[in-house]
C-alpha cells in the first residue's frame, strides 16, 4: 500500500515550458488536492476534485489546469511555467465516508521555473 | 471558513509537554477542529480530530475550550521529531475544501 504518490520529485522548467505533475493514490479515495507551499509559507489550496470526472477551483488556480479522468489519479498542469509558478507541490486524497476523514499527502513535487 | 490564530513560532525543551494554542472564534458549531503537522521537507501529517469534547490518541491530546473558540493542542512529551509547523483547521463536514493557515513552527530544544 503506497499511499500517495507524486511524480516526478524534482523538476527544473525554464519560463513558457509546459509539464505535468501527476498524483497516484492506491487507497480509492473519493477527494484528491493540490496544493502548493512557497518558502516558510502554508500550504495554498490550487485545485480539487470531489470524484472521478470532476474538478473545482480552489484559492490559488490561475496558471494551473487540472484533470481527473480517473479516479486513481490527479493531474496538474501548467500550461506556460513562470518563475512565480517556483514551489513545492502536495497532492492529498481523502476518502468520501466520513465527512472528517484526514487527508492524507504525498512528499511533494518540487519545481523550479527559471 | 472560519479564521484562525496561531503563534507564528514555539519552543520547547525535550521531554517537557508542549501546549499549541488556536483561536477560532469565528467557528461555526458544526466545524470539527482537524490538526496536521508537517515535518522539514514531507507533506502535512493528520494528527487529530474533535468537535467539542476533549480527544486523546497515540500523538497527542486535542482540548477544547467549552465555547468552542479555542483549542490546544498537548504534546505530552516533546521530543525532537515533533519539531515541525502544526497547523489547525476548522473545517465543516459537508465542506469539499481544506484549507490550512501559516500553522505554527515549533523548535524542540534538546
Known amino acids: 500500500n503506497a499511499g500517495v504518490t507524486q511524480t516526478p520529485k524534482f523538476r527544473v522548467l525554464k519560463t513558457g515550458q509546459s509539464m505535468t505533475l501527476l498524483c497516484a493514490q492506491d487507497?480509492?479515495?473519493?477527494?484528491m488536492y493540490w496544493y502548493r507551499q512557497d518558502p516558510g509559507m502554508g500550504l495554498r489550496l490550487i485545485h480539487y476534485?470531489?470524484?472521478?470526472?470532476?474538478?473545482a477551483k480552489g484559492e490559488v488556480p490561475d496558471g494551473y489546469n487540472v484533470s481527473r479522468l480517473k479516479k486513481q489519479n490527479f493531474l496538474l498542469g501548467l500550461e506556460s511555467a513562470a518563475p512565480s509558478q517556483t514551489s513545492v507541490y502536495f497532492c492529498?486524497?481523502?476518502?468520501?465516508?466520513?465527512?472528517?476523514?484526514?487527508?492524507?499527502f504525498g512528499n511533494g513535487t518540487r519545481l523550479t521555473v527559471t | 471558513d472560519a479564521k484562525t490564530t496561531q503563534p507564528n513560532s514555539m519552543e520547547s525543551n525535550e521531554e517537557e509537554p508542549v501546549h499549541l494554542p488556536c483561536n477560532h472564534s469565528?467557528?461555526?458549531?458544526?466545524?470539527?477542529i482537524h490538526w496536521y503537522r508537517q515535518l522539514p521537507s514531507q507533506g502535512p501529517e493528520y494528527v487529530i480530530h474533535?468537535?467539542?469534547s476533549n480527544v486523546n490518541n497515540r500523538m497527542a491530546s486535542l482540548a477544547i475550550a467549552e465555547d468552542r473558540k479555542s483549542s490546544t493542542l498537548i504534546l505530552h512529551r516533546a521530543t525532537l521529531r515533533d519539531a515541525a509547523v502544526y497547523y489547525c483547521?476548522?473545517?465543516?463536514?459537508?465542506?469539499?475544501?481544506?484549507?490550512f493557515g501559516p500553522g505554527t513552527s515549533l523548535s524542540v530544544i534538546p
Open positions: 487507497m480509492n479515495h473519493e477527494y
Open positions: 474533535g468537535l467539542t
Open positions: 483547521i476548522p473545517r465543516r463536514a459537508s465542506y469539499d475544501k481544506v484549507i
Open positions: 469565528t467557528i461555526s458549531g458544526t466545524d470539527y
Open positions: 492529498a486524497s481523502r476518502e468520501l465516508t466520513g465527512d472528517n476523514s484526514p487527508l492524507h
Open positions: 476534485s470531489v470524484g472521478e470526472g470532476t474538478t
